[in-house]
């Protein structure tokens, strides 16, 4: 997944990436909360890993921020050494997801995380199949099927749109996606997404007569919708 950490601490900082690192996720720090405020504006996140006394704001402003400003609904942990029962109530009931006080263990940190995924995204990193209405995809062989007929992809289409069936609705920064379907930055892929995209929308029928929408957002990415049915029972 593709998390931001907000720590000013370099040597906390460094640890919580290192274990994300290790884990397979794709950890971005930040040490302000204009920095995350800033990236927010034009990148998305599948998670937000926030310290509570940073530099120039709190975590408290930038998870009142989040819930002010960033239209998808993106998970919110706090990971910091404030304690109190009042602090964590606090912070939970303003919106936070989850609420960790360090020092932490890296696999309860992994788990913690997992477990936040897995209630956010219904994914289940240990699923062989992931089915989202008339679309199958079988993780294990890297096949997917469309009303129950297999639809020949790439490696590269099948990791991207299975990445858009799991955000469904949700708008996708372009340097989320080549992050995490191509692990390179987006202006290295000139367009290779774009091709890739078309690909996609074309194999697997992406189109409103199909009850799907793939559509680009203007100077940010893409997002896949699921339609209404088109000729809906009275």
Known sequence: MRIALLEDDPVQAASVSGTLTAAGHHCHHFEIGAALIHALRRETFDVLILDWQIPDMTGREVLNWVKQNVASRVPVIFLTSYGRETDITAILNEGADDYLVKPISPPLLLARITALLRRMYAIDPLATKEVFDDVEFDMAAQRVFRNREEVKLTQREFALALLLFQNLGRPLA???????????????????????????????????????????????????????????TP
């Open 174 to 232: 372009r340097a989320h996606i080549a992050e995490r379907v191509w692990r390179q930055p987006p202006d290295v892929l000139s367009r290779t997404m774009d091709t890739h995209i078309s690909g996609v929308r074309q194999k697997l029928a992406l189109r409103p007569e199909s009850g799907y929408r793939l559509t680009p957002v203007y100077g940010f990415g893409y997002r896949l919708e699921r339609l209404a049915e088109m000729n809906p």
